[in-house]
């Protein structure tokens, strides 16, 4: 149960994570504030994501999903006694 839950978690994370790079670049003004947020975002991971959602007041949905995989990520931590990450295959 924890290890599915874990591949879901990072499933939803990296969904997340490509779903908001792309939001950062299209929703830039020019080339160089598409290039920035796009690098914030692909570096700084939901961190960055925090901070692009906090300042262009957009990207709410994949930083949502971002978060709920990491919820599913910490809950599959805790049920498999912090060793969920390494039995996934058994």
């Not at 920035?36 to 990207?59: N, Y």
Request: glycine content about 16%.
């Amino acid at each position: 149960m924890a290890g599915i839950l874990l591949m879901v978690g990072y499933l939803l994370m990296l969904i997340g994570w490509i779903w908001m790079i792309v939001t950062a670049i299209q929703t830039g003004k020019d080339t160089s504030e598409k290039a920035i947020w796009g690098l914030v975002t692909f570096f700084c991971g939901i961190i960055g994501a925090i901070i692009f959602f906090v300042v262009r007041k957009e990207g709410k949905t994949p930083l949502m999903v971002q978060v709920l995989g990491w919820v599913f990520t910490v809950i599959a931590m805790v049920i498999g006694g912090g060793q969920a990450s390494f039995n996934i295959g058994g």
